[in-house]
């Protein structure tokens, strides 16, 4: 059986992945950090069929001993601090984990096991106050946010190991990319929540922020495929991975609020607490070289996907009741 290991196993993109990995006859290693507390909801279902390993983006040792213990062929980097408004609040313990970790995992696989198949999530926020549109491999980055400079940082020092050492190394530059899973924090979940709490009475208002910012949303699931594809080709190379149309935050809430027979501008409010320090406009993908080179094409449209969510929302709080 071939062997993968997955940092992150616990987040959005790490439970859909493990679960793709799995039906393709894998046997699947998560890497978390050592807590007193366990967050494993995500991947519950999967329990019985993965191992959980522990290890630590800023332990350079324990991703050693890992590797060597574990000794996986594919390595998918999906761990970092992730979320766009803490990188401002903790910058620092953003570039820990999302710059430098990324230089002691490549460091580990250099030194333990140099023939492994490494995948970087790398992020359209790169590209931030972008130069050309759309976005492609070839586009210059700006980001707007540490997360996005800290992104940077992990992109380019995954190409520099790959020309340099010659590791099978790819990086996957993903645009915005969602599900039922996806944290309570992000807006497309805040969106499809906020909707089941108005639906089942809970609540009245949902507060937003940039209602204009525009972003290329497709589905978790479609893309953990493309990381999969990446580590299949006979050359590592990096790649984007979008849908390639762009859609407004209004456009999502109106989605979102038809579905569930609501009329959004009763209850929609702006808040300027939620606008970003420096905002990233507009952010569409060009997927051509992903088609082209992977064969790969997302599935699943962008009003499939709120409409999912929101029906998981509502379903989840006729549920739990809160």
Known sequence: MPRALITGITGQDGSYLAELLLAKGYEVYGMVRRSSAEHFTRI?????????????LLDPSSLQSLLKEHRP???????????????????????????LGVTRLLEAIRSVSPEIRFYQASSSEMFGKVREVPQSEETPFYPRSPYGVAKVYGHWITVNYRESYGLFACSGILFNHESPRRGLEFVTRKVSHGVARIKQGLAHELALGNLEAKRDWGH??????????????????????????????????????AHAGLDWQRHVKTDPRFVRPAEVDLLVGNAAKAK?????SPKISFERLIREMVDADVALLAKCGS
């Open 44 to 56: 519950a279902h999967l329990r019985d069929k993965i191992q959980i390993v522990q290890g630590d």
């Open 292 to 296: 082209a080179r992977l064969g790969w």
């Open 220 to 257: 978790a699931a479609d893309y953990v495929e493309a990381m999969w594809l990446m580590l299949q080709q006979p050359k590592p190379d990096d790649f984007v991975i979008a849908t390639g149309q762009t859609h407004s935050v209004r456009d999502m809430v109106a989605v979102a609020f």
């Open 73 to 99: 062929q594919e390595v998918y980097n999906l761990a970092a601090q992730s979320f766009v408004p803490t990188s401002w609040q903790q910058p620092v313990l953003t570039a820990e984990f999302t710059a």
